[in-house]
């Protein structure tokens, strides 16, 4: 008993663990295995403790809604985006090709170039924010 104790304990810390990621909201990334593979979009959001993002146009799920008069949601079959693992996608370099990700400090701060380029993938400036 005690040991299954030590394993889900074991699991729950584990999935406490939450990836430090690369890849940020906003970048351009290429589908490198699955489905959709060689599809591109841009990442509308990330879920790090899952290591799961949401791109732009790919992993298209239906939703089957029903319809609620209420909240004016019509009812029927609504395609959406659902979330890749972020382990099958990889950033697209300005070049237009796939590149890893590296970190580069300048000055005070650590920059994110690809490692292809070895250009910054920095926005310039940063909107909504």
């Known amino acids: 008993m005690a040991a299954r104790t030590k394993q889900i304990l074991a699991k ?3 999935a406490a663990k939450v990836a ?3 890849l940020r909201k906003d970048d351009v990334v290429k589908v490198i295995a699955g489905r959709d593979k060689g599809k591109t979009g841009r990442i509308l959001e990330i879920n790090a403790a899952k290591g799961r993002a949401v791109v732009e146009g790919v992993m298209i799920v239906k939703r089957h809604t029903r319809p609620n008069p ?10 959406r985006e659902g979330p890749i693992a972020i382990s099958n996608i990889m950033l697209v370099a300005s070049d237009g090709k796939t590149s890893r990700i590296g970190f580069k ?3 005070e701060r650590r920059v994110r170039i690809a490692r292809r ?3 910054s ?7 909504g924010k």
């Open 20 to 22: 430090k990621l690369k």
């Open 70 to 79: 209420q909240q004016q949601i019509k009812g029927g079959i609504a395609e």
């Open 105 to 107: 400090v300048d000055g």
């Open 121 to 127: 993938i920095e926005r310039s400036s940063k909107s």
């Open 117 to 119: 380029t070895g250009e």
């Open 12 to 14: 729950k810390q584990q």
